[in-house]
C-alpha cells in the first residue's frame, strides 16, 4: 500500500488509474493517489457515501471468525473511530477518504501486525505506506539516519514510539489512527481502549482465545509451519491448530542446540508433536549462527537484535523448506502479555484491589519464586510504593554508550496507551509498559526473510483476555503463566506444560561472537556510531572481549550496537 495525499491536488492528476492503482477526489481536484500491492490478492477499494475506501488484510467481527463486510467497517469508521476497535478484529490495513468531511484516516490493527509508516514532505504531500522500501521505490524520498533517535535506543531502549530510525518518518503506533483534515494537518489519535480490569462474568480461556486467531486467519493456508520449542506459548499454539482441525496441513519446526547438554527442546517438542499428530522437525540451531556477515540487510523502521541473525533466519528458512504459500508461526508476546517472570509489585496491585489474602499469599509466592525470603519481597514493595514507582537500570556497570542528556529525550504522546493504567497498580502498569515496548520490536519481523510471521499471542482477542487479568493471578509459587498452562493441561493433559526448564539462545550468540569476531569488532569499533560520538570505541572492545571469552554480561550491549549498524546498512537513497 502507498499513499499520496495533498489538499492542494497532486502534480499526478494527470495520470491514468490502472489496476494497482486509483485516484480520490475533492470536488474535481484530484487529491490522493493509492497504490495497491501487486502480490496482495487481498486488497481492494470502492467507494460508499462519498467516502473512498481501501483495504488489504483480514477483518473479522468482534469475538467471531465472520468476515466483516468492509463496507460495514467503513460506515463505523466515519461515524465513530473509536468504535472500530471494540466492533471488529483482525489483521488488516484500511484508508478511509471522507469527500463530505474532508478527512483521511488511515488505520493498521491495534497490536501491531500490519504496520503503517508515513511522512510529510515540503510540499504538503503526506505519504504513506506499508513497506519502507516504497519510500524509496515510488515516493523516491531519500533516507537519512536519525542518529539522536538511535543514541536513545542505545542508552536507555525508550524512545516516542511514533518515531523511526530515519528522519522525518514515522511509525503509526498501536491502538492509534492518523487522521489528516482540511487544513492538511495531520496526526496519530488513540482509537483503542482495551479494557484492563476482568469482566464479571467468568474470564474467557487462552486455548479457546487462541483457536479462534488460528481458525480465523490460517484456515485459507495452504502451509503453517510452527515454531514449536516445546514450552508454554508454543505449545499452546499447537492445541489451538489441533484443536481447529489443521494438524494434518502444518509442520512443527524446533531449532535445537544440541551442544546444551541441559536442553530438553527437542524431547518436549516431539512429545507435543506425537500428541497432537502434527508433523515434527528438528534442525540444529548452530550449524548457521548469530552475527554472522550478511551482504544485503533489509530496510527496516527500526534496529532490531533480530538484525544479527540475517544469515542464521536465512539458512533456516532453506532447510526447513519455506517458501511465499508458507505461514510461519510464532508464539511471541505471550510472556510478555502474561507476565514472565512475575512482577514483584503484584502484591501491591491486590492490595489496593482489596484482596488481601492474595496480597498475603502472592508474597509469599513470590519468595518461592525468585527463591528469597518474603523479607526482601515486602522491602521491595515499600520501596517501591515510596518512590513511586521503579526505574529501569542498566546491568553492567561500565557501559560502552556515551550518556545521553534528559532534556533531549523524546516522549510519548499526552494521551499515550501507558495513560490508561492505573498509577496505584504497578504490575498492571509494569504489563501494559511491557506490551508498548514489545509492539515497538514487533513492527521489525524478519522471519521468514520478506515477509512477516503470525502472531496469534498478538492477535486483538488474545491480548486484551490478556491485558483484563489480574497481575497477581497469573503466577504461582513454581509457575509463572499460570492462566496459560492450566488451559493447556485442560485441553491436552501434557505433563510437559508444568516443566521449569527453557531453552536458551544466549549461550548460541556468544558462540557467534566468538566464531565472527573479526566481522563484530569491524562493525562495532569502525562502525557509524563510533563516528558519531554514540559509542565509545575503548569501552567497546572490552565488552566484545568480554563476550568472545563466554561472559553474558556485555551480551546486550554488543548485539545492540550490531544491530544499530546492520540497520544503517539498510538505508536506500531515493
Not at 499520496?4 to 481536484?29: A, C, H, I, Q
Not at 519510500?135 to 542505545?154: K, T
Request: contains cysteine.
Amino acid at each position: 500500500m502507498y499513499i499520496k495525499f495533498n489538499w492542494s491536488g497532486l502534480s499526478t492528476s494527470r495520470e491514468k488509474s490502472s489496476p494497482e492503482s486509483v485516484f480520490w477526489k475533492f470536488d474535481s481536484l484530484v487529491v490522493a493517489k493509492v497504490i495497491g500491492p501487486k502480490s496482495d490478492s487481498s486488497a481492494r477499494w470502492g467507494v460508499w457515501k462519498g467516502v473512498y475506501w481501501y483495504m488489504e488484510g483480514d477483518i473479522f467481527e468482534r469475538n467471531s471468525t465472520r468476515m466483516a463486510s468492509d463496507v460495514e467497517v467503513i460506515a463505523c469508521l466515519v461515524k465513530s473511530t473509536h468504535s472500530v476497535s471494540d466492533l471488529f478484529w483482525g489483521i488488516y490495513r484500511f484508508a478511509a477518504f471522507d469527500s463530505d468531511r474532508g478527512d483521511l484516516y488511515v488505520m493498521g490493527d491495534p497490536c501491531g501486525q500490519s504496520p503503517v509508516y508515513f511522512h510529510l514532505d515540503r510540499g504538503g504531500t503526506w505519504h504513506v505506506c506499508s513497506e519502507l522500501e516504497d519510500f524509496v521505490n515510488v515516493g523516491n524520498i531519500s533516507l537519512n539516519a536519525d542518529y539522536a533517535y538511535l543514541h536513545q535506543c542505545l542508552w536507555n531502549s525508550a524512545n516516542d514510539p511514533e518515531s523511526t530510525g530515519w528522519l522525518g518518518i514515522s511509525c503509526l503506533p498501536a491502538g492509534r489512527l492518523l487522521k489528516v483534515g482540511k487544513n492538511n494537518d495531520g496526526g496519530s489519535v488513540l482509537v483503542w481502549r482495551p479494557r484492563l480490569t476482568p469482566l464479571r462474568k467468568t474470564g474467557g480461556d487462552p486455548i479457546a482465545t487462541l483457536q479462534l486467531a488460528v481458525e480465523a486467519f490460517l484456515r485459507q493456508r495452504s502451509k503453517t509451519c510452527l515454531e514449536l520449542s516445546g514450552g508454554v506459548e508454543s505449545t499452546a499454539i499447537a492445541i489451538a491448530l489441533a484443536r481447529s482441525g489443521m494438524a494434518d496441513r502444518a509442520i512443527a519446526v524446533t531449532y535445537n542446540d544440541s551442544s546444551m547438554a541441559a536442553s530438553d527442546e527437542a524431547s518436549c517438542s516431539r512429545i507435543v508433536a506425537n500428541r497432537l499428530g502434527i508433523r515434527h522437525e528438528v534442525h540444529s540451531l548452530t550449524e548457521v549462527l548469530p552475527f554472522a556477515p550478511f551482504s544485503n540487510p533489509p530496510l527496516v523502521c527500526r534496529p532490531s537484535n533480530l538484525l544479527a541473525q540475517l544469515s542464521q533466519f536465512e539458512h533456516q528458512a532453506q532447510v526447513v523448506g519455506i517458501d511465499a504459500n508458507t505461514t510461519v508461526v510464532n508464539g511471541h508476546g505471550g510472556d510478555t502479555l502474561f507476565l514472565a517472570p512475575p512482577p514483584l509489585s503484584a502484591p501491591i496491585d491486590a492490595a489496593v484491589r482489596l484482596r488481601l489474602k492474595r496480597a498475603v499469599t502472592s508474597t509469599l509466592d513470590l519468595a518461592i519464586y525468585y527463591r528469597t525470603s518474603i523479607f526482601s519481597i515486602l522491602e521491595y514493595n515499600w520501596r517501591h510504593r515510596r518512590a513511586g514507582g521503579s526505574a529501569y537500570f542498566r546491568g553492567d556497570v561500565e557501559n560502552c554508550i556515551f550518556p545521553i542528556s534528559p532534556l533531549s529525550m523524546r516522549d510519548a504522546p499526552c494521551d499515550s496507551f501507558i495513560e490508561l493504567s492505573p498509577n496505584n497498580q504497578p504490575a498492571k502498569r509494569q504489563q501494559v509498559l511491557q506490551f508498548i515496548r514489545m509492539l515497538d520490536e514487533t513492527v521489525v519481523s524478519l522471519f521468514p526473510p520478506g515477509g512477516r510471521s503470525f502472531y496469534p499471542f498478538l492477535s486483538q482477542p488474545m491480548v486484551e483476555l490478556a491485558l483484563s487479568a489480574r497481575p497477581e493471578d497469573l503466577f504461582s509459587g513454581y509457575f509463572d503463566r499460570t492462566f496459560i498452562r492450566d488451559s493447556i493441561f485442560r485441553a491436552s493433559g501434557l505433563n510437559t506444560v508444568w516443566k521449569v526448564g527453557k531453552g536458551d539462545t544466549t549461550h548460541n550468540s556468544l558462540c557467534g561472537i566468538a566464531r565472527h569476531r573479526d566481522h563484530v569488532r569491524d562493525l562495532c569499533l569502525n562502525g557509524h556510531l563510533v563516528k558519531e560520538g554514540i559509542v565509545n570505541k575503548q569501552v567497546m572492545e572490552r565488552q566484545i572481549n568480554r563476550s568472545i571469552r563466554g561472559c553474558h554480561g556485555p551480551l546486550r550491549d554488543v548485539a545492540s550496537v550490531f544491530s544499530a549498524e546492520i540497520f544503517l546498512q539498510g538505508r536506500r537513497i531515493g
